[in-house]
């Protein structure tokens, strides 16, 4: 069974922190890694994906992979109350078709003013 | 149209009845994905297609679940003598590429069968 696992929280960061929000994933062959933010009530966003070990900045957010861990995370910095929200990691399914994303069951964020 | 589009927003079925779950991709859209999430949980892959064809059906859970999209664009989602058990929302997501670079998701069908 092919899995991604994170931790379901609530992780709670004070406003201006840095969030920290982990995955691993047990697909050794997965080449592509996503990361989507879901407001309560709403469908997924895109934030950011990544497939290439090491970090991917975009503004505020950093992605980080590690494939011989398999080992992905996403850092939000300064963090602001408009954050909170669960954050769901996803990855690509290899062998798969293009379409097979698998996705983690997703870590709930606060972040308190 | 500017986004992913689906109706109905809500769905309240009866066990036992049958209902339909539709999706409008983003114009030009060729892939088109359907995924189901429980309470809690992640989206859960159902069933892919590029254009017209189902190329990926792998996810769906049962018999009862059938998909189509016969012009490539506007794709259905029937769920036949609906169960508790399918009560969750109903994402569609739509690429122009794949998952290349990931995809996006329509605001989804809350479907409740009680």
């Known amino acids: 069974q092919k899995e991604v696992e994170q931790n379901s929280g609530p992780l709670s960061v004070p406003e201006g922190a840095i969030a920290s929000l982990n995955c691993t994933y047990s697909d050794r062959g997965s080449q592509s890694f996503f990361w989507y933010r879901q407001y309560s009530g709403k469908s997924p966003e895109l934030i950011m994906f990544?497939?290439?070990?090491g970090d991917k900045e975009d503004g505020r957010f950093t992605a980080q992979l590690n494939k011989a861990s398999q080992y992905v995370s996403l850092l939000i910095r300064d963090s602001q109350p408009s954050d909170s929200a669960t954050y769901l990691c996803?990855?690509?399914?290899?062998?798969?078709?293009?379409?097979?994303?698998?996705f983690g069951k997703g870590t709930k964020l606060s972040v308190k003013p | 149209g500017a986004g992913v589009s689906q109706s109905p927003r809500y769905k309240v079925a009866k066990r036992g009845q049958d209902v339909a779950l539709r999706c409008d991709p983003i114009?030009?859209?060729?892939?088109l994905f359907w995924y189901q999430q429980a309470l809690g949980q992640g989206p859960e892959f159902l069933t892919y297609?590029?254009?017209?064809?189902?190329?990926?059906k792998s996810g769906l859970p049962s018999d009862r679940f059938f998909a189509e999209r016969p012009e490539g664009s506007v794709s259905t989602l029937k769920i036949q003598r609906t169960q508790q058990e399918d009560s969750a929302v109903y994402l569609c997501?739509?690429?122009?590429?794949?998952?290349?670079?990931?995809?996006?998701f329509g605001s989804g069908t809350r479907l409740t069968v009680v």
């Open positions: 996803a990855v690509n399914e290899a062998g798969g078709s293009q379409g097979n994303l698998i």
């Open positions: 297609f590029q254009n017209e064809a189902q190329l990926d």
């Open positions: 990544i497939y290439s070990n």
């Open positions: 114009s030009g859209h060729v892939s």
């Open positions: 997501a739509s690429s122009l590429t794949g998952t290349a670079n990931g995809y996006t």
